[in-house]
């Protein structure tokens, strides 16, 4: 079993930067698709990143390219998302998820475990 904590989540203002962090336990991530998902109100949940097992096959979403960076530290067994220049649009609330899967995926159904989420908020 897996077990997921995010936190880093607040209040920010248009072109500002935050660094999301979640903590895993339960398994090491580097054995683990990690991926970060997010969810504004009234929509679905879309992709965001994804780093596989070996952390050399990073996806991002279209949206988030060239602002979002996933990153991982094996040995605080913690995977971060930094959001730089953000945007009113990308506020929502963040998850981080797992998959037991060797390479990484953009679609949730894909993913076993996930986190119970930390709200990103963006004024303009």
């Known amino acids: 079993q897996v077990q997921l904590v995010e936190s880093g989540g607040g209040l920010v203002q248009a072109g500002g930067s935050l660094r999301l962090s979640c903590v895993a336990s339960g398994r090491a991530v580097s054995n683990l698709v990690m991926g970060w998902f997010r969810q504004a109100p009234g929509k679905e949940r879309e992709f965001v990143a994804a780093?596989?097992?070996?952390?050399?096959?990073?996806y991002y979403a279209d949206s988030v390219k060239a602002r979002f960076t996933i990153s991982r530290d094996s040995a605080k067994n913690t995977v971060y998302l930094q959001m730089n220049s953000l945007k009113p649009e990308d506020t929502a609330g963040y998850y981080c998820a797992a998959a037991g899967l060797w390479r990484p995926t953009m679609r949730a159904y894909d993913y076993d475990y996930w986190g119970q989420g930390t709200q990103v908020t963006v004024s303009s």
């Open positions: 780093m596989a097992r070996n952390g050399g096959n990073i």
